[in-house]
């Protein structure tokens, strides 16, 4: 299959130096009215943003990841108009994995969310301590804890597998190995029922241990100032399915 350029008409012009032009049927152009263009949050944005509105941004732009359409950033722009301050929508707690780029995964950009990553998106009070200056210092309206189908830290927990630190890192996982008990079949990794059950249950955890471990984000929460959910990525379809 031949690359193809997409050309965005009247928004971006492009040079082609050191190589031919490109024939007809090898350009896309797709009209500015047609490409979705985002800037960088403003502190007045943010603060008339209300949790519900923030979660249907994110809905939003997981559909537009899951069927590969296009938001326009200048990023070069982006990276000055944040540098007097930071705006988020909101805190996304995810797995270090590689294969989850959080940023990607919603469509956003430069300023658009807070990411915080460890293996196996547990909760700690590091993990806590971020989450209270994204949302009570910064602004932001939405807490996600967001794991993810395959996950390597899981299966380990499963597995009870033991190295150097992460033995006890996997510590914090196995409380949520311990819980699962709905799925039929051996309760290793090579169960892939029972390590989706882990898998939700582990977000399921870190939810509570949120609202248990932090009276700030919990009075938060209740004066409904931000929402606290969780979801799980679905690394064979790109989808994100928050849970009830």
Do not use: W
């Not at 299959?1 to 971006?12: A, D, E, G, Q």
């Not at 009209?31 to 007045?44: A, D």
């Not at 990023?75 to 995810?94: D, F, M, N, T």
């Amino acid at each position: 299959m031949k690359n193809r350029i997409i050309i965005f008409s009247t928004m971006f012009g492009l040079t082609f130096s050191g190589m031919a032009q490109p024939s007809t049927q090898d350009v896309i152009t797709i009209p500015r009215s047609k490409v979705l263009v985002e800037t960088v949050l403003t502190k007045e944005e943010q603060r008339a943003l209300t949790p519900e509105e923030v979660l249907q941004m994110l809905r939003a732009g997981n559909e537009r990841f899951v069927r590969s359409d296009l938001t326009a950033r200048d990023h070069s722009i982006q990276i000055r108009e944040s540098v007097e301050g930071q705006y988020p929508k909101a805190i996304v707690l995810s797995c270090v994995d590689s294969r989850v780029p959080v940023e990607d995964v919603f469509d956003k950009g430069i300023g658009d969310i807070f990411v915080a990553r460890i293996a196996g998106n547990f909760i700690n009070e590091d993990i806590l301590g971020s989450m209270e200056f994204a949302t009570k210092v910064a602004g932001a309206k939405m807490i996600l804890v967001m794991g993810h189908e395959s996950c390597g830290a899981v299966h380990a927990a499963i597995d009870g597998a033991e190295l150097g630190n992460i033995t006890n890192m996997l510590q914090k996982i196995k409380p949520a190995v311990d819980m699962s008990t709905q799925t039929e079949g051996p309760r290793t990794s090579a169960n892939r029922l029972f390590v989706h059950e882990v898998i939700e249950n582990n977000v399921r955890l870190a939810l509570e241990n949120i609202l248990e471990q932090s009276p700030i984000l919990r009075e938060m929460h209740s004066r409904g100032e931000i929402d606290i959910l969780g979801a799980v990525y679905d690394m064979d379809t790109g989808v994100v399915n928050f849970l009830p």
